[in-house]
């Protein structure tokens, strides 16, 4: 009761203070928030006093402020002392760890899925597929991935021992780890294509990630690189500074790149301050529906200034400023400031970011609400959401049985029977699976048990529910017994049916055991239809320029 009491007593103050300062507002446009503060903290008072069970004071403030944010646009958060460490590794890509990617497998154990090439875990010899039995003195095989990964994680230098079950020689063995400061590149990937075309995979904006860009535009057109392709797929974004300066590597000094308008301060426009990498160099620029903030800043720009061509799907669309505000106790606030524009004075915010495809990329929006905008060269573009590509690519539609067989891991546990029996394998770019080993994957998810339902198979398990409530199942039932067998999935059929789509990605995940993830990439540009067509794009001289022409029908439109 004394604990109450207290608890009372020190909202009882705060009521008091607002109290006050609604009194002192009560003139003022103030004065609602006042009141909204005070019955608030009115409230809270009272359940604290009278409620049946202990009231959850920090449960109860988060949810309301949640809740409360959850008003406003998506992008505004609560960020509460238990989550900045991962919210700092967002924009600076460091943390201090070991340096491997951990899961919780199904029966409980908690597995090794990639350790990071060079840092602490890989240099031990730690693989993928190796159990992490204890962490010092504790047992994890009862606790969940978040609080493994954080006992991994600690201060560099700081010493930690792993006990682990050996994915190949199932032997139990103790290491004793120092724990770095793990920094994930920026630019996991690049490559020299074939006919001297650059490839550079870039996967978020953190900090100084123009700077590691620049070395690997240097150090590619060293090794022949005369085109290039920027790889900005899937990349959600990061630091707005880091946009611009990316842009810089490949506009000359004093061009705008974007201008950032919000509610406090006006306009700014953020410019080009240093001297370029490299004005001519041909580029291409992929962009799909995860392309996000910063990415399509980077995109919008090079599209609006002539000086790339933009391919893939139409992006995610999400033009809005986030700056984070410090709060008490080490918390922080994400909040949306300011929506930004490209140099054609379009904003590539969703005109309604509450109507989403599933994956959460801009719906269909109405022709009625699209505005034209046109290039530095006249070319004409649209604002409504995203960035729309130059060359539309539709983006390939995996079969439902690579998506099961992905979320039960039967890819990667594949891999680890594979890597067991293999010590080597070739390069990523010469690497293929035999007939033999595919007949082997067969066997293996038969063995697993693997079952699946298609997307036809559950509509008409819908619709057969729906006859039985409606009393019409009797009718049908004959013919939906038909069906039903005719899109019922057979498992062994359609594993050689998509075989060309599934050795894809069995090759990827193995590359991933013997090269780190320049493996799987290289692997996967090896395939890849929209690297292949910018490849196209790149060798053509002729209709790499005619992308960045103004063409008769943009003048047409712009009369």
């Given amino acids: 009761m004394k604990h109450k009491y207290t608890i009372s007593k020190k909202l009882a103050l705060v009521v008091l203070l607002t109290f006050c300062t609604a009194t002192i507002f009560a003139s003022s446009a103030s004065f609602r928030l006042a009141k909204n503060i005070d019955v608030f903290f009115s409230i809270l008072q009272e359940l604290d006093l009278y409620y049946v069970d202990t009231i959850d004071h920090d449960r109860m403030i988060t949810g309301a402020i949640n809740d409360m944010l959850e008003s406003l646009d998506p992008y505004t958060v609560f ?115 074939d006919g001297g075309v650059g490839y550079i995979y870039f996967s978020t904006f953190t900090k100084d990630c123009a700077e590691e860009v620049k070395s690997v535009v240097a150090e590619l057109k060293k090794k022949g690189a005369t085109s290039l392709i ?14 611009v300066k990316l842009v810089n590597l490949f506009v000359p000094r004093g ?20 001297r370029p990498l490299d004005v001519n160099i041909p580029l291409v620029v992929l962009i799909n529906s995860m392309s996000a903030s910063s990415s399509e800043i980077v995109a919008g720009a090079l599209q609006d200034l002539d000086r790339a061509v933009i391919v893939g799907q139409r992006s995610y669309g999400k033009g809005l400023v986030q700056s984070v505000r410090s709060l008490p106790f080490n918390e922080k606030l994400k909040i949306t400031t300011a929506k930004y524009y490209t140099p054609s004075n379009r904003c590539v915010q969703a005109i309604d970011y509450t109507h989403r495809n599933p994956d959460g990329s801009v719906g269909k929006i ?45 890819f990667f546990d594949f891999a680890s029977q594979f890597y067991i029996k293999n010590d080597t394998i070739e390069i990523p770019s010469k690497f293929r699976l035999k007939d033999s080993d595919y007949q082997e994957f067969i066997d293996f998810v038969k063995q697993a048990g693997f079952t699946y339902e298609t997307a036809s198979s559950h509509a008409l398990n819908m619709l057969t529910t729906s006859l039985k409530k409606e009393k019409y199942y009797e009718d049908l039932a004959v013919d939906l017994q038909t069906l ?76």
């Fill in 230 to 243: 920027f790889d900005l797929r899937s990349n959600t974004g990061g630091l707005l500074d880091e946009a």
């Fill in 255 to 274: 061009q705008e790149v974007v201008s950032v308008r919000g509610r406090v301060g006006g306009e700014k426009k953020y410019k080009t301050e240093s």
């Fill in 79 to 193: 960020i509460p002392e238990s989550e900045v460490s991962d919210f700092d590794f967002t924009t600076t890509g460091q943390y201090g760890g070991i340096g491997a990617l951990i899961r919780k497998r199904s029966d409980g154990l908690i597995e090794v899925v990639e350790p990071y090439e060079k840092f602490p875990a890989d240099r031990a010899g730690v693989k993928a597929g190796d159990v992490v039995l204890m962490v010092d003195s504790v047992h994890v095989n009862s606790k969940n991935v978040s609080d493994v990964s954080a006992s991994l994680k600690g201060q560099r230098d700081t010493e930690v021992t792993l006990k682990l079950l050996k994915l190949r020689t199932k032997d139990t063995v103790s290491i004793a780890l120092k724990r770095a400061q793990v920094q994930l590149p920026s630019v996991p990937y690049s490559n020299v294509l």
């Fill in 484 to 559: 039903s067998e005719k899109v019922r999935p057979d498992v062994e059929k359609d594993l050689l049916r998509f075989k060309s789509d599934i050795v894809k990605l069995l090759e990827a995940e193995i590359a991933v055991r013997y090269y780190y993830q320049r493996g799987r990439m290289e692997v996967s540009t090896s395939y890849d239809a929209e690297v292949m067509r910018a490849r196209e794009i790149l060798l053509n001289g002729e209709l790499y320029s005619s992308f960045l022409q103004k063409k008769d029908s943009d003048t047409q439109k712009s009369n």
């Fill in 366 to 410: 109405p022709d009625s609400l699209v505005h034209k905008f046109t290039t530095r060269a006249g070319r004409t573009v649209f604002d409504g959401g995203g960035i729309t590509p130059d060359e539309t690519i539709p983006p390939t539609v995996s079969p439902q049985i690579l998506q099961r067989l992905y979320e039960q891991n039967l």
